[in-house]
């Protein structure tokens, strides 16, 4: 599937019914994203989603569909292997219908992806491997795919603070636990991020350029000096303001003369 | 000793016929009627589902949760607030059913065992 067909595809989910938000992501790695939000919140989404499913996975869970209503939106969630397909939705009982077509689209995404190491020389027992390992094809937009170039690999997420890091090992706190009604507890307030790092900070992959080169210093240079000469040049433009050829003399009514009483 | 062989069968019962089991919790308590093992299991899978929901409801700036559902395997599970509770301090109705049952229609059992 390339990058196109992906686009109208998920295009054509996003018109479909109540759905107003469509996010597909690989990972943290977002893939698609046609939602009300900015790219950051999106990106954040998918980071959060990762470790949800992560949380599940260490628990021997298979939460392979979430749906979330609120006071703003319904929100559905389908999780296939390494892939997650978000959905915004306005209806609330368009949930299975919503689900059937995020489920079939992953589906048709992951035979793209089996067909194309297909055609890339893969033998089928090795594209069928691959497939179970989760090797996806890095896609290749078309304007790189002319300069020969290919996406950078995913950047790693580092835990900023250790306190909250992640930790498989982790059990649920007991006490948050409700019991029966025969051993009443007090209640436990859900703590805020538990298991889950607070932060999260993207760091470049091993190879990136972390030091300008030479040449795009003297050209930053340049464009620097350039800017600071135009710049001086339109203070002097705004120093001498010009009028237009026509002026009115005062908009303001002429000033009454006093009557003066004798 | 009686109230556990009732549970037993309840649950038992349930699972035969694929049916929803429901659970109210509230006020720090869960209640169900197929035995404390299975009521253990619904209110540990509320937690994970209402922090989850908290989560991203946080980065949808969307706060106010209504229901929640999930399928685990051939389990649904999930829970919707009762309406009719103290706003305050709100009930939890939720049920877990041996199936994937659509979540239209399990929602729509949960509603319905709020309003009996």
Redesign the interface.
């Known amino acids: 599937m390339n990058p196109q067909t992906l686009t109208s595809t998920l295009s054509s989910l996003r018109k479909a019914g109540s759905i107003f938000g469509v996010i597909f992501s690989r990972q943290s790695e977002v893939l698609f994203s046609d939602a009300p939000?900015v790219p950051d919140?999106v990106a954040?989404?998918a980071r959060?989603?990762d470790d949800?499913a992560f949380?599940?996975q260490k628990d021997n869970?298979?939460?392979?569909?979430?749906?979330?209503?609120?006071?703003?939106?319904n929100?559905l969630?389908v999780f296939d292997e390494l892939f997650r397909l978000i959905v915004?939705h306005s209806i609330?009982?368009e949930?299975?219908f919503v689900?059937k077509a995020a489920r079939a689209f992953i589906k048709d995404y992951q035979m793209s992806l089996f067909a194309q190491d297909l055609k890339n020389g893969r033998s089928i027992e090795e594209a069928q491997a691959a497939m179970l390992q989760n090797e996806v094809p890095k896609p290749i937009l078309p304007e790189q795919e002319e300069r020969g170039e290919e996406l950078r690999p995913t950047t790693q997420r580092i835990a900023l603070k250790a306190k909250k890091a992640i930790d498989p090992t982790e059990p649920?706190n007991p006490s948050?636990?409700?019991?029966?009604?025969?051993a009443?507890?007090?209640?436990?307030e859900?703590p805020?991020?538990?298991g889950?790092a607070e932060e999260h900070i993207e760091q470049p992959s091993a190879g990136e350029e972390l030091e300008p080169s030479p040449r795009t210093t003297t050209i930053s240079q340049a464009v620097e000096e350039e800017l600071e000469s135009s710049a001086v040049e339109l203070h002097r433009e705004h120093t001498a303001p010009i009028l237009a050829p026509v002026q009115p003399e005062s908009t303001l009514p002429p000033p009454r003369k006093p009557k003066i009483k004798r | 000793m009686s109230d556990q062989t009732e549970n037993s069968e309840a649950l038992e019962e349930a699972m035969a016929k694929q049916r929803p089991r429901f659970f109210r919790?509230g006020?720090?308590?869960?209640?169900?009627k197929t035995g404390?093992e299975d009521?253990?299991k619904f209110?540990?899978n509320?937690?994970?589902?209402?922090?989850?929901?908290?989560?991203?409801?946080e980065?949808?700036?969307?706060?106010?949760?209504?229901?929640?559902?999930?399928?685990?395997?051939d389990e649904t599970m999930?829970f919707c607030f009762d309406q009719n509770s103290d706003p305050h301090n709100p009930d939890v109705v939720g049920a877990i059913v041996n199936r994937r049952m659509?979540?239209?229609e399990f929602?729509a059992s949960v509603r319905d065992h709020i309003n009996q």
């Open positions: 939000f919140r954040d989404m959060v989603l949800i949380y599940f869970r298979n939460a392979d569909q979430l749906a979330f209503g609120y006071d703003g939106g929100l969630i915004l609330q009982d949930v299975d689900a649920i948050m636990l409700v019991s029966h009604a025969a009443p507890a007090e209640a436990a859900p805020s991020g538990s889950y | 919790a006020s720090g308590v869960a209640r169900g404390r009521t253990e209110a540990a509320l937690m994970s589902l209402q922090e989850c929901a908290l989560l991203l409801g980065r949808l700036e969307m706060n106010a949760v209504a229901y929640a559902v999930s399928y685990d395997h999930g659509p979540m239209r929602l």
